[in-house]
């Protein structure tokens, strides 16, 4: 059987994705880490099919994907960790499941990179240079210089994502300051001005990139935000407030304007994304 798409994280992001895909009438084989991950929302829906791979571990693709798929969304991703780790479910899964692509008749590959190997600076374009700050973000990095090597065989469409959040998001630099909010210690944080992203605001973008005709890559990103801003609407949210408040002065920020005249990106306020997010 052919699939329409696959993606790699049901979780958050990926979740939305696949309900608006299967909306619109399409097929698609999710990935889950095991069987109890399936969510009673996909129980008995049409047109979904399971797979349970551990990314993070040394995975055979071909036992587990499908034969054929028309485009991949590849969603999957670990923030923090051991580096190892980080290594093998950022860089060496990616370099896997575009070597699987090759041979599976996929015309797509939609990889969610991460603003973050810019390293720091702001309103930063797609064109300004790569020097990450972390070592998830060199390992984004690694991972988008194995893209070039493919694009012979398929379209790859690189999709630099600033700070993800949202409701089942549950890692990166945005849910780290509300954990650390709610159970009221310290805040102790990278960066002191970001740029956001909602992840409910960035489905309908990734679905309009397979209108997309060539390899290209996108900032999707929302509003540069002083890192006192975001606490301060989150301690609205979960009506808590952290010990001290400490950021090392980087600011780290995306030039979107190529992703709302291309992609069609909209910004939900910041405020309501909040709510949304992390109001129970």
């Known amino acids: 059987m052919e699939f329409d798409n696959l993606i790699t994280s049901p979780f958050g992001l990926g979740e939305k994705l696949i309900l608006e895909l299967l909306k619109k009438g ?11 991950d399936v969510p009673m929302s996909f129980l008995g829906k049409k047109n979904i099919k399971y797979g349970f791979l551990r990314f993070d571990h040394d995975p055979i693709l071909e036992k587990v994907l499908p034969r054929r798929t028309k485009r991949v ?10 580096f190892s780790r980080l290594f093998k479910s950022n860089t060496l899964a990616t370099l896997l499941l575009l070597e699987w692509a090759k041979n599976s008749g996929v015309e797509d590959f939609i990889y969610l990179s991460s603003g973050e190997v810019y390293g720091k600076g702001t309103n930063l374009d797609e064109n300004h240079a790569s ?50 909010l ?92 909040m709510k949304v997010s992390f109001g129970g």
């Not at 929302?222 to 408040?245: A, D, N, R």
């Open 131 to 180: 020097n990450p700050y972390s070592f998830y973000a060199t390992s984004k990095y690694q991972a988008e210089m194995f893209l070039r090597f493919y694009q012979r065989f398929y379209r790859i469409h690189s999709v630099r994502l600033f700070f993800p959040f949202g409701k089942g998001v549950e890692q990166g630099f945005v849910w780290n300051i509300a954990q650390s």
């Open 182 to 273: 709610i159970s009221e210690d310290t805040i102790d944080a990278e960066y002191d001005s970001i740029s956001p992203t909602f992840s409910d605001d960035v489905v309908e973008p990734l679905i309009r990139l397979r209108e997309q005709n060539n390899s290209d890559i996108y900032n999707v990103c929302g509003s540069p935000v002083k890192l006192e801003k975001v606490v301060e609407e989150l301690k609205k949210v979960v009506q808590k407030s952290p010990k001290t408040l400490k950021s090392r002065k980087v600011a780290l920020s995306g030039n979107n304007s190529k992703a709302k005249e291309s992609l069609k990106y909209r910004e939900t306020s910041l405020s309501e994304a």
């Open 73 to 82: 969304f590849h969603i999957f991703e670990l923030y923090s960790g051991k």
């Open 26 to 36: 399409e097929s698609v084989y999710a990935v889950f880490p095991t069987p109890k």
